[in-house]
């Protein structure tokens, strides 16, 4: 299966999880990351219900071609991403030693993730992108309140 990776990188976080394995037990940072995880799972959703990117852009409207199949197959919706809602039931959250990943095992989901002109059967078709991983600044607010949580809670 296709696999593809979203880094985020901010020292604030960094300093903050290096706390945290400091302050509470394995079990404890395994427990933080899971809320985390568990949040931005939520907020990933949130963003493809409400068709926008990490970033808070708007993702592009579906093709009228798009459209015109989702209606030969019986559906009526018109947001990008939620046709079946297999790809938003697929999304899962990993705990690392040193953090979390979070992703889907979807085949095609980079393809929606960063955009291809070499989509469809004839390989011709193309999908402008539409990010839905990524973290957000209000992802990375809640990150620093929960870890931040959690390391006062080790303390005491």
């Not at 990351?33 to 949130?46: A, C, F, I, N």
């Not at 015109?68 to 046709?83: E, Q, T, V």
């Not at 309140?145 to 959690?150: D, F, L, M, N, S």
Request: net charge neutral.
């Amino acid at each position: 299966m296709p696999d593809f990776t979203i880094e985020f990188d901010s020292e604030r976080i960094q300093s903050l999880l290096k706390a945290l394995s400091n302050a509470v037990s394995p079990d404890g940072f395994a427990d933080t990351m899971k809320e985390v995880g568990e949040d931005m799972l939520y907020s990933t959703r949130q963003r493809m219900i409400q068709g926008i990117a990490p970033d808070g852009s708007q993702w592009a409207p579906l093709s009228t071609v798009t459209l015109a199949i989702r209606r030969a197959r019986g559906r009526s919706g018109s947001k990008p991403l939620i046709d079946t809602g297999t790809l938003k039931t697929t999304l899962n959250v990993r705990i690392l030693p040193d953090g979390l990943a979070i992703g889907t095992n979807r085949q095609g989901a980079h393809a929606h993730q960063f955009g291809t002109n070499r989509a469809g059967r004839g390989r011709k078709v193309a999908i402008p992108p539409r990010p839905f991983l990524g973290v957000s600044d209000e992802d990375m607010e809640a990150i620093e309140r929960t870890i931040a949580r959690a390391i006062e809670g080790g303390i005491e």
